[in-house]
Nanobody, 125 residues
């Protein structure tokens, strides 16, 4: 089992930055692809970004490409999401997720077996 705990969310003005962290425990995550998803009120959960176990392969949703950067520190068992140039439409609960087997990156929520509880990001205009 893997436990994931997100942190770093908060309230920020449009154009500002936040860095989310996702600390994993219970098992080392260095071999597993991980991802960030978000869910805004009244909307379905959507893909944000994903990263391979080594960190060498990443993918982003078009809506965040060029503004968000996903990274991981396997020595610390931690996943990150640096968010710059934030927009009001980025407001959502952000979730980190981990796959449970040696699989490639994926932009599908159904591919991930472990989820954190989420952290709220609110961007004011």
């Amino acid at each position: 089992q893997v436990q994931l705990v997100e942190s770093g969310g908060g309230l920020v003005q449009a154009g500002g930055s936040l860095k989310l962290s996702c600390a994993a425990s219970g098992r080392t995550i260095s071999t597993y692809a991980m991802g960030w998803f978000r869910q805004a009120p009244g909307k379905e959960r959507e893909f944000v970004s994903t990263i391979s176990g080594s960190g060498g392969v990443t993918n982003y949703a078009d809506s965040v490409k060029g503004r968000f950067t996903i990274s991981r520190d396997n020595a610390r068992n931690t996943l990150y999401l640096q968010m710059n140039s934030l927009k009001p439409e980025d407001t959502a609960i952000y979730y980190c997720a981990s796959r449970s087997a040696l699989r490639s990156i994926s932009d599908s929520a159904a591919a991930y077996n472990y989820w954190g509880q989420g952290t709220q990001v609110t961007v004011s205009s």
